[in-house]
Protein backbone atom coordinates (compact mmCIF):
# COMPACT_ATOMS: atom_id res chain seq x y z
CA UNK A 1 0.00 0.00 0.00
CA UNK A 2 0.99 3.56 -0.31
CA UNK A 3 0.47 6.19 1.66
CA UNK A 4 -2.70 8.13 1.94
CA UNK A 5 -3.64 11.77 2.73
CA UNK A 6 -6.33 14.06 2.98
CA UNK A 7 -6.55 17.49 4.19
CA UNK A 8 -9.87 19.38 4.42
CA UNK A 9 -11.28 22.97 5.39
CA UNK A 10 -14.89 22.93 6.82
CA UNK A 11 -15.90 19.99 4.77
CA UNK A 12 -13.80 21.15 1.64
CA UNK A 13 -11.44 18.58 -0.03
CA UNK A 14 -7.84 20.52 -0.28
CA UNK A 15 -6.39 17.84 -1.00
CA UNK A 16 -6.99 14.29 -1.02
CA UNK A 17 -4.26 11.53 -1.75
CA UNK A 18 -5.28 7.41 -2.38
CA UNK A 19 -8.90 8.54 -0.56
CA UNK A 20 -10.39 4.85 -0.96
CA UNK A 21 -7.71 2.69 0.53
CA UNK A 22 -8.62 1.29 3.43
CA UNK A 23 -5.91 1.60 7.08
CA UNK A 24 -6.02 0.40 10.28
CA UNK A 25 -6.38 3.42 12.39
CA UNK A 26 -5.10 1.56 15.59
CA UNK A 27 -5.53 4.37 18.58
CA UNK A 28 -7.72 6.93 16.77
CA UNK A 29 -10.26 4.53 17.43
CA UNK A 30 -9.85 6.13 21.12
CA UNK A 31 -11.55 9.12 19.23
CA UNK A 32 -14.76 6.49 18.30
CA UNK A 33 -15.03 5.17 21.47
CA UNK A 34 -14.48 8.66 23.17
CA UNK A 35 -17.38 9.74 20.43
CA UNK A 36 -19.60 6.76 21.34
CA UNK A 37 -19.75 7.72 25.19
CA UNK A 38 -21.34 11.15 24.49
CA UNK A 39 -23.64 10.18 21.95
CA UNK A 40 -24.96 8.05 24.46
CA UNK A 41 -25.51 10.32 26.51
CA UNK A 42 -23.49 8.72 29.50
CA UNK A 43 -22.31 10.83 32.39
CA UNK A 44 -18.72 10.63 32.59
CA UNK A 45 -18.51 11.20 36.68
CA UNK A 46 -20.42 7.77 36.84
CA UNK A 47 -17.92 5.20 38.46
CA UNK A 48 -16.88 2.37 35.94
CA UNK A 49 -18.66 0.43 38.47
CA UNK A 50 -21.80 0.82 37.19
CA UNK A 51 -21.08 -1.06 34.33
CA UNK A 52 -18.73 -3.30 35.31
CA UNK A 53 -18.00 -5.48 38.46
CA UNK A 54 -15.14 -5.65 40.70
CA UNK A 55 -13.85 -9.12 38.77
CA UNK A 56 -12.97 -6.80 36.07
CA UNK A 57 -12.28 -3.43 37.69
CA UNK A 58 -11.35 -4.19 41.01
CA UNK A 59 -11.71 -0.44 42.18
CA UNK A 60 -14.23 0.63 39.42
CA UNK A 61 -15.98 2.44 42.11
CA UNK A 62 -13.35 4.96 42.61
CA UNK A 63 -12.35 4.89 38.61
CA UNK A 64 -15.39 7.20 36.99
CA UNK A 65 -15.78 7.99 32.72
CA UNK A 66 -13.87 10.71 32.69
CA UNK A 67 -10.77 9.25 35.03
CA UNK A 68 -10.91 6.36 31.92
CA UNK A 69 -11.32 9.12 28.60
CA UNK A 70 -8.18 10.73 30.29
CA UNK A 71 -6.05 8.27 30.96
CA UNK A 72 -5.83 9.06 34.69
CA UNK A 73 -7.45 6.17 35.87
CA UNK A 74 -3.98 4.55 37.35
CA UNK A 75 -4.90 1.46 34.75
CA UNK A 76 -1.76 -0.45 33.58
CA UNK A 77 -1.23 -0.82 29.79
CA UNK A 78 -0.13 -3.80 28.10
CA UNK A 79 2.51 -2.56 26.15
CA UNK A 80 4.72 -2.44 29.03
CA UNK A 81 4.04 -6.50 29.46
CA UNK A 82 6.75 -8.40 27.49
CA UNK A 83 4.54 -11.23 27.47
CA UNK A 84 2.13 -9.44 25.31
CA UNK A 85 4.94 -8.68 22.21
CA UNK A 86 5.95 -12.01 22.23
CA UNK A 87 2.51 -13.62 21.45
CA UNK A 88 1.64 -10.22 18.93
CA UNK A 89 5.21 -11.69 17.53
CA UNK A 90 4.23 -15.30 17.30
CA UNK A 91 0.77 -15.00 15.12
CA UNK A 92 -2.21 -16.72 16.05
CA UNK A 93 -5.25 -15.85 18.33
CA UNK A 94 -5.36 -12.80 20.63
CA UNK A 95 -5.62 -13.39 23.96
CA UNK A 96 -9.50 -13.26 25.48
CA UNK A 97 -10.71 -10.67 27.44
CA UNK A 98 -9.20 -12.60 30.31
CA UNK A 99 -5.60 -13.06 29.33
CA UNK A 100 -5.83 -9.18 29.00
CA UNK A 101 -7.65 -8.47 32.11
CA UNK A 102 -5.22 -10.64 34.08
CA UNK A 103 -2.18 -8.43 32.76
CA UNK A 104 -3.80 -5.25 33.09
CA UNK A 105 -7.16 -4.39 35.10
CA UNK A 106 -6.73 -6.51 38.08
CA UNK A 107 -3.19 -5.42 38.90
CA UNK A 108 -2.60 -2.94 40.80
CA UNK A 109 -3.25 0.75 39.93
CA UNK A 110 -0.01 2.84 38.99
CA UNK A 111 -1.87 5.98 40.90
CA UNK A 112 -4.50 6.76 42.84
CA UNK A 113 -7.57 7.48 40.46
CA UNK A 114 -7.44 11.50 39.15
CA UNK A 115 -3.75 11.39 41.05
CA UNK A 116 -1.46 10.90 37.79
CA UNK A 117 -1.28 9.91 34.23
CA UNK A 118 -0.63 7.08 32.26
CA UNK A 119 -1.47 6.29 28.77
CA UNK A 120 -3.87 3.12 29.24
CA UNK A 121 -5.22 1.00 26.32
CA UNK A 122 -7.49 -0.97 28.82
CA UNK A 123 -9.21 1.86 29.77
CA UNK A 124 -10.20 2.37 26.77
CA UNK A 125 -11.54 -1.39 26.65
CA UNK A 126 -13.04 -0.31 29.57
CA UNK A 127 -15.13 2.33 27.96
CA UNK A 128 -15.79 0.02 25.02
CA UNK A 129 -17.38 -2.50 27.27
CA UNK A 130 -19.42 0.52 28.79
CA UNK A 131 -20.95 1.38 25.39
CA UNK A 132 -21.58 -2.17 24.53
CA UNK A 133 -23.44 -2.89 28.33
CA UNK A 134 -25.09 0.30 28.00
CA UNK A 135 -26.63 0.15 24.39
CA UNK A 136 -27.05 -3.65 24.39
CA UNK A 137 -25.47 -3.28 21.29
CA UNK A 138 -21.64 -4.84 19.92
CA UNK A 139 -18.97 -2.37 19.61
CA UNK A 140 -19.17 -3.23 15.44
CA UNK A 141 -22.78 -2.20 15.65
CA UNK A 142 -22.16 0.88 17.49
CA UNK A 143 -19.58 2.01 15.03
CA UNK A 144 -22.19 1.36 12.39
CA UNK A 145 -25.19 3.34 13.57
CA UNK A 146 -23.29 6.22 14.85
CA UNK A 147 -20.35 6.81 12.84
CA UNK A 148 -20.66 4.69 9.66
CA UNK A 149 -24.08 5.91 8.71
CA UNK A 150 -24.91 8.65 11.80
CA UNK A 151 -22.14 10.65 10.02
CA UNK A 152 -22.37 8.80 6.64
CA UNK A 153 -18.83 8.04 6.57
CA UNK A 154 -19.28 4.72 4.43
CA UNK A 155 -15.47 3.64 5.43
CA UNK A 156 -15.14 3.44 9.59
CA UNK A 157 -15.96 0.21 10.16
CA UNK A 158 -14.63 -1.82 13.24
CA UNK A 159 -13.14 -4.86 11.89
CA UNK A 160 -12.18 -8.67 13.77
CA UNK A 161 -9.77 -11.61 13.28
CA UNK A 162 -7.80 -11.32 10.02
CA UNK A 163 -8.54 -8.08 8.71
CA UNK A 164 -6.03 -7.03 6.46
CA UNK A 165 -3.87 -9.02 3.40
CA UNK A 166 -0.77 -6.84 4.53
CA UNK A 167 -0.86 -8.41 7.82
CA UNK A 168 -1.26 -12.26 7.31
CA UNK A 169 -0.80 -13.21 11.13
CA UNK A 170 -1.89 -10.02 13.05
CA UNK A 171 -5.58 -10.27 14.25
CA UNK A 172 -7.66 -7.48 14.95
CA UNK A 173 -7.93 -8.54 18.74
CA UNK A 174 -4.72 -7.49 19.74
CA UNK A 175 -6.15 -3.97 19.50
CA UNK A 176 -7.91 -4.90 23.36
CA UNK A 177 -10.47 -1.75 23.05
CA UNK A 178 -11.43 -2.84 19.37
CA UNK A 179 -10.07 -1.54 15.97
CA UNK A 180 -11.92 0.64 13.09
CA UNK A 181 -10.17 1.12 9.31
CA UNK A 182 -10.97 3.69 7.52
CA UNK A 183 -10.12 6.03 4.46
CA UNK A 184 -8.37 9.03 5.13
CA UNK A 185 -10.77 11.42 3.98
CA UNK A 186 -13.70 9.68 6.43
CA UNK A 187 -11.10 9.83 9.19
CA UNK A 188 -11.21 13.49 8.89
CA UNK A 189 -14.41 14.20 8.54
CA UNK A 190 -15.13 12.33 11.11
CA UNK A 191 -11.75 13.92 13.57
CA UNK A 192 -13.71 17.92 12.28
CA UNK A 193 -17.30 16.48 13.12
CA UNK A 194 -19.47 17.90 15.73
CA UNK A 195 -19.40 14.53 17.58
CA UNK A 196 -15.17 15.08 18.58
CA UNK A 197 -15.10 18.96 19.44
CA UNK A 198 -16.38 18.56 22.44
CA UNK A 199 -14.06 16.03 23.81
CA UNK A 200 -10.92 18.74 23.21
CA UNK A 201 -12.89 20.98 25.92
CA UNK A 202 -11.58 19.20 29.37
CA UNK A 203 -7.35 19.13 28.70
CA UNK A 204 -5.20 17.33 31.64
CA UNK A 205 -1.72 18.16 30.75
CA UNK A 206 0.61 15.19 29.64
CA UNK A 207 3.61 14.83 31.64
CA UNK A 208 7.30 13.92 30.23
CA UNK A 209 5.64 13.86 26.66
CA UNK A 210 9.15 14.80 25.34
CA UNK A 211 10.61 17.45 22.87
CA UNK A 212 8.11 16.90 20.11
CA UNK A 213 5.29 17.64 22.48
CA UNK A 214 6.45 20.47 24.74
CA UNK A 215 2.82 21.39 25.65
CA UNK A 216 0.81 18.07 25.26
CA UNK A 217 -2.36 17.36 26.63
CA UNK A 218 -4.92 14.96 26.92
CA UNK A 219 -8.98 15.59 26.89
CA UNK A 220 -11.50 13.12 26.76
CA UNK A 221 -9.95 10.86 24.35
CA UNK A 222 -8.21 13.00 21.96
CA UNK A 223 -4.94 14.78 22.15
CA UNK A 224 -4.16 18.12 21.69
CA UNK A 225 -1.85 20.98 23.20
CA UNK A 226 -2.89 22.99 26.44
CA UNK A 227 -2.94 26.03 24.18
CA UNK A 228 -5.75 24.74 21.83
CA UNK A 229 -4.39 24.74 18.57
CA UNK A 230 -5.44 21.59 17.38
CA UNK A 231 -6.45 18.02 18.98
CA UNK A 232 -6.87 14.82 17.13
CA UNK A 233 -5.29 11.56 17.60
CA UNK A 234 -2.13 9.33 16.50
CA UNK A 235 -2.57 5.36 16.06
CA UNK A 236 0.28 3.26 15.46
CA UNK A 237 1.03 -0.61 15.44
CA UNK A 238 2.26 -3.70 13.15
CA UNK A 239 2.57 -2.21 9.69
CA UNK A 240 0.98 1.09 9.92
CA UNK A 241 1.27 4.55 11.25
CA UNK A 242 -1.65 7.47 11.39
CA UNK A 243 -2.35 10.34 12.21
CA UNK A 244 -5.47 13.15 11.90
CA UNK A 245 -5.73 16.40 13.57
CA UNK A 246 -8.24 18.93 13.40
CA UNK A 247 -7.00 23.14 13.84
CA UNK A 248 -10.13 25.02 14.66
CA UNK A 249 -8.50 28.45 14.04
CA UNK A 250 -8.12 27.44 10.40
CA UNK A 251 -11.03 24.76 10.35
CA UNK A 252 -8.14 22.89 8.71
CA UNK A 253 -8.33 19.07 9.55
CA UNK A 254 -5.43 16.60 8.33
CA UNK A 255 -5.22 13.10 7.73
CA UNK A 256 -2.60 11.17 7.21
CA UNK A 257 -2.11 6.80 7.16
CA UNK A 258 1.35 5.26 6.37
CA UNK A 259 1.73 1.95 5.68
CA UNK A 260 5.30 2.01 8.10
CA UNK A 261 6.17 -0.29 10.73
CA UNK A 262 8.64 2.29 12.10
CA UNK A 263 8.93 5.33 14.74
CA UNK A 264 5.55 5.86 16.36
CA UNK A 265 5.20 9.61 15.53
CA UNK A 266 5.96 8.99 11.25
CA UNK A 267 2.40 9.65 10.04
CA UNK A 268 2.15 12.55 12.82
CA UNK A 269 5.05 14.39 11.41
CA UNK A 270 3.91 13.87 7.74
CA UNK A 271 0.75 15.62 8.98
CA UNK A 272 2.33 18.08 10.88
CA UNK A 273 4.36 18.86 7.64
CA UNK A 274 0.79 19.15 5.40
CA UNK A 275 -0.77 20.79 8.63
CA UNK A 276 2.14 24.04 7.68
CA UNK A 277 1.98 23.60 4.35
CA UNK A 278 -1.85 24.47 4.35
CA UNK A 279 -1.50 27.35 6.79
CA UNK A 280 -3.13 25.66 9.89
CA UNK A 281 -0.07 26.44 11.60
Not at 105 to 134: H, I, T
Not at 256 to 263: A, E, F, M, N, V
Request: charged share 15%; hydrophobic share 40%; aromatic share 12%.
Amino acid sequence: MDPSFCVIEKNRVLLQDRETDVFPLYSITKTIIAALIFDLGLEIDRPASHWLDESWLPRGNEINLQHLLTHTSGLRDYFSVATYHAAVQNGGTAWSDNEFAQHTVRQPLLFEPGQGWAYSNPGYWALKRVCELESGMSFTALVRKHINHGLLLPSLKAVSGLFSEDLPQYEAGWVWHGLVCGNACDTAQFMASDLVSRLARQLVPVPNAGPTFPDAAYGLGVMGDLSGTNYGHNGSGPGFSTSCFHFPKSGITVSCLLPYDGPEDAAYAKMQALAKQFGAI
